[in-house]
Each structure stands twice: as C-alpha cells, then as structure tokens.
C-alpha cells in the first residue's frame, strides 16, 4: 500500500502550494517596496509644487512685515487635506509655525525665501506632507492581496482534489500490482477509459495476460527440465556403471597380462634352485648306485639343500599369490620395503638381460596406500623400462628405481632408464587405454592406462612422466595422510 504522505498527489500539490506561498510573499513584498518608494517620490514633488506655488507669495509678505497676510496664507496652504504643517522663517528665526491636531507620517520640503526683485534669500519655507494616503492605498492593496490569497487557496484546494481524482485510478493499479501473481490473470480495471489512464490500463492487461502465458510456459519447461534432468542423471549413472564395469574388465585384463609377466619372472628365478636341486638329486642318485658306504653328514648336507632350494622355490609362490591378492583396506608402508618386495620379484628377470638394477633411498616416510595395487604399477613401470632398452638395444642399460621426500606432505617414487625417453609427439598419449609403442604382440596398450587409473583413483595419487637427458622418468606421486608419521 502507498502511504499518505508518500502520496505522488501529495507531494505534487505540496510543491505546488510552497511555490504560491512564496510568491505572494514575494510579490506583496516587492509592492510595497516599490510602491513606497513610487508614493514617496510623488508625494514630494506635490509637497514642492505647493511649496514652489506659495514661495513668492510668501517672500513679499516676508519682506514687507505683513504677518497677517502671512497668517492668511498660511491657512489656506493647511486647507489641502495633505498638508499638516508650515513654518516660516525670517533669517533663521521662526516667525510662523501653523499645524492640524492629528499627526501622520510626514515628509519635510524646504524651499528658500527671497528677496522681490533680488537674489538674497531673506527666509525659508517649510511645509510637512502628509503620507496617510500611501497608509490608505497599502490598505487596499493588503486586501487585495488577501483576497486573491484565498482565492488562490480555494483554487489551489480544488487543484488537489483534482488531482487526487486524476491519480486514484493510478492508485487503484499500484495497489493491484502490488498483490500480482504472474500465474493468476488480473481484472484490470479502467481498461474502457480513452484517456491515458486507459492506456496504462491496457498495457498492464495486456502485459498481464503475456505474463500468465509465459509463466504457464516456463512451468511446462521446468517439469520437461525435471523430467530431463531425472532422465539424465539415470542414464549418467548407467553409463557410469558401465564405465565401472568396463575399468574392471580391463584392470582384470592388465592383472592378467601381468600375470604372464610374473609367471615369466618366477620361471627365471625357478630356473636357478630347479638345476640345483636336479644336479643334486644326479649326485645323490650316483653315489647310490656305484658307492656302497655313503656318508651321513654328506648326505644330510644334500638333503639340506634340496630343502633351501624347495622353500625358496614355495616362497616365490607365496610372493605370487601376494602379488595379486587384493587389497579391500589401506595398510600402512614405507616406500623402500615397498620397493624391495617389487624388486624380489623382477630383479632376478631384469639382471639375466645384463641390465643393471639401481636403487637410490632418499626417503623412507611411512604412506598409506594399497600396497599391492602400488606394487603392480611398479612391476610394470619396471617391464616397460625393460623392453625399451632391450628394444632399441642400448650400451649399458640401467634402470633407477628410488625415493623422494617432498617440501610439504608429498612422498615420490620414480622409475627411469636410459632408453632416450619417450617421443614429444606421443608424450601426451601413453597413459590413454589401447595406445601402444610396442609390437602388437608383445603390447596391449592398457598397462600405463591401468596404472594411472590404480594411482590417481584408488591412491588418491599421481602418476606422470617427464623426459630427461637419457631416457624417460616416470614419477608416482603420495600426498601423506595427516595421521601417518
């Protein structure tokens, strides 16, 4: 609702009222200034015309000591109703004064007395002019003011009540828009007038019907956005499902493919205790068939070592079935027993192609992670060195695997070699499932992809690779739990 005294009626009417206000003061004010002034000019110059007409007179009778006649004239100068006072000096004494009983505001004109036929002054007249007609005329004029005051005043009361006539329709549609639903049509009044009050009405009719018609509109969009937004969000979570499905699918096909990695490196390092205990078993055998007395002790020494050769052999099993056991749980590791359990693995495989294995532990922080997930990324960081430099047949090959403490809560692992790294080219594309640089039968393009995958979804790390001098280096990246020192 409007308030009163914000009314646009009142405020307009206000204004208008001051600005009369105002100008009557300024006009009665300017009148009276000018006009005095004006009536005091006149009546002066009257005072000296009586004065002027008098003089001579005046200045015979003056001269020749006729004071009644003096007297006389005197009489008749007070006879006009203007003038109040007359005194008449003889060499600057006072030898007649004649005044009325009734006293007004006056104005004093003097004019010098001469001697007949002769320039010597020989008195003066005095005459005090009356002003009660400027009193008489400021009377009139207040009156007239006054009276057009009120006449103005009732003029300026009708004004306002025409006016708030003339806004209360626009009242009326302030009042009804203040209350507007966009949903519900509005009976829009004064819409038949053909003023502009009219006008404004049709064009908040109209207004109003487009806007209960966008609105309707704008709903039916917001229930098909809803309906959409639902229908998406099902079909994100499908094809999330499917993509869930799809990374186990291929982390199961990577764990197979490493499997034949791992079974290839057990069968390098079976090969070693299997001659032993073959050659062993040879001389045992021998020495039964063509010695008749056997030594115990020498006989318990071979048995033993069938034995240290057997558990060898059933540890290596066991570190395979630990390899790919999975982790459903973080456990607490440090990073140099996370690597040698790797290199127990792949070190007896990568030493027999003459590589050269380098360890370098410049960090030995507690992580908690997934340590055989972490494991298989490092098992194939370390085949990959591997067949790159057996592929490109390099001088002295080495690969380094070691340990980096960060500035903050950042532990690193690297791998790198001295293949000559990876191509500018392709750089960006190596962790991408199905990219491969190696033949197409010894490489099925999704161990870096899978490796990425374990390390930045399942360890919360990183995993990326930078190119040096020699060859390329591969970094994994652990941000430190806060509870882990």
């Not at 001697?115 to 003066?124: A, D, H, R, T, V």
């Not at 318990?300 to 070592?305: D, H, R």
């Amino acid at each position: 609702m409007i308030n009163k005294k914000n009314s646009l009626a009142n405020k307009i009417m206000l204004v208008i009222g001051v600005i009369l206000v105002l100008l009557n003061i300024l006009l009665f004010t300017g009148a009276t200034i000018l006009n005095k002034k004006a009536f005091y000019e006149l009546e002066k110059e009257k005072a000296n015309l009586i004065a002027t007409n008098y003089a001579p007179f005046i200045s015979v009778h003056l001269f020749l000591n006729m004071n009644h006649k003096l007297e006389s004239i005197s009489n008749q100068i007070l006879k006009n109703k203007n003038v109040e006072k007359i005194v008449i000096y003889s060499n600057g004494k006072k030898i007649l004064q004649k005044s009325k009983n009734y006293k007004n505001n006056t104005i004093k004109t003097s004019i010098p007395l001469y001697q007949p036929n002769s320039k010597k002054q020989i008195g003066k007249l005095v005459i005090y002019y009356s002003t009660c007609r400027f009193q008489e005329f400021m009377d009139k004029y207040f009156i007239f003011i006054f009276i057009s005051f009120v006449i103005i005043l009732f003029t300026f009361l009708g004004l306002y009540l025409y006016i708030k006539k003339l806004l209360y329709p626009l009242k009326n549609l302030s009042n009804m828009l203040q209350n507007f639903d966009p949903e519900v049509k509005l009976d829009v009044p004064y819409t038949n007038r053909d003023d502009e009050i009219g006008l404004i009405s049709s064009a908040i009719d109209i207004s109003n019907s487009k806007t209960v018609e966008y609105s309707k509109n704008l709903q039916e969009l917001a229930n098909i956005l809803i309906d959409a937004n639902r229908n998406l969000e099902e079909k994100v979570q499908d094809e999330l499902q499917i993509i869930r499905e799809k990374d186990k699918q291929l982390l199961q096909q990577s764990r197979l493919a490493q499997m034949g990695e791992m079974i290839n490196m057990i069968a390098h390092q079976w090969r070693q205790p299997l001659s032993a205990i073959s050659a062993t078993t040879s001389n045992l055998n021998f020495k039964l068939m063509f010695e008749e007395n056997i030594d115990t002790e020498e006989l318990s020494k071979e048995i033993e070592l069938i034995s240290k050769y057997a558990q060898h052999l059933s540890s290596t099993i066991d570190d395979f079935r630990n390899f790919f056991k999975e982790n459903k749980n973080k456990q607490k590791i440090n990073l140099t027993t996370l690597i040698e359990e790797t290199l127990h693995i792949a070190k007896v495989s990568i030493e027999n192609k003459n590589i050269k294995l380098i360890t370098n532990y410049c960090c030995d922080k507690v992580i908690n992670t997934y340590p055989n997930e972490v494991k298989q990324v490092l098992l194939n960081l370390l085949k990959n060195a591997q067949d790159a430099l057996l592929e490109r047949e390099i001088k002295d090959p080495y690969i380094e695997i070691g340990t980096i403490c960060g500035t903050n809560k950042e532990t690193y692992i690297y791998v790198k070699d001295n293949a000559g790294g990876v191509p500018q080219e392709i750089i960006e594309k190596i962790f991408e499932p199905y990219f491969s640089t190696k033949l197409e039968r010894d490489g099925t393009g999704l161990g870096l992809y899978m490796s990425k995958t374990i390390i930045e979804e399942h360890c919360k790390g990183k995993l990326y690779v930078e190119n040096e001098k020699e060859g390329a280096k591969f970094i994994i990246k652990f941000y430190q739990d806060d509870d882990i020192s």
